[in-house]
């Protein structure tokens, strides 16, 4: 069995690898992904602020208030970080094929191929509009189902999951 996905490295592709790869790793979920961790901080830094003005204790509330502008600065700054760090792909624009067989998964992109043995890759990702394949907690590889011109997403779900299987059971 050998199912192939081709697929441009636009903003849109690099933008969605970017958001589930942050929403499969824990620590970067909860700075990016969380909203509790940005506005719960803000939302009680505001009522101490309120709290220090109505005791007339402008100096605390001063210094507050400036923790508060950087408390927004720091997610403004994050989110461009993000989003520079996707203008900088050096593939961007490119065409990457990736085929899958019982081999393992081969990469042909712009900056030269790879192949990759079931043995080195990472528990991969099975999501409702493609596969996330996993090289480090960083680093995968995302695979929309409408990017497959070979196979289908039943085949790329069938392959993983024989795939993986194998490699839990040599693994024990």
């Keep these: ?16 690898a970017q958001r589930l790869m942050i929403a499969q790793n824990k620590t970067l979920k909860l700075l990016y992904q969380t909203w509790w961790v940005w506005w719960l ?11 220090c003005l109505s005791h007339h204790l402008e100096s605390p509330a001063a210094v507050l208030g400036v923790f508060l502008v950087i408390h927004f600065w720091g997610q403004w700054f994050g989110r461009r970080t993000m989003a520079r760090a996707r203008k900088n792909t050096r593939t961007k624009g490119s065409t ?11 990469i042909d992109g712009a900056h030269g191929t790879s192949h990759l ?3 080195a890759m990472l528990q991969p990702i099975i999501c409702p509009q493609g596969v996330l394949i996993k090289f480090s907690r960083l680093a995968g590889l995302w695979l ?24 839990a059971a040599t693994s024990k």
């Design 144 to 167: 929309p189902d409408h990017a497959l011109i070979e196979g289908s997403p039943a085949d790329v779900r069938k392959l993983l999951a024989e795939k993986v299987k194998d490699l």
């Design 117 to 119: 043995k079931w043995l």
């Design 1 to 16: 069995m050998k199912t192939t996905h081709q697929f441009v490295l636009t903003d849109e592709y690099v933008a969605d």
């Design 96 to 106: 990457t094929v990736v085929s899958m067989n019982d081999q393992g998964v081969d």
């Design 41 to 51: 901080p803000r939302v009680v830094l505001a009522g101490v602020i309120i709290y």
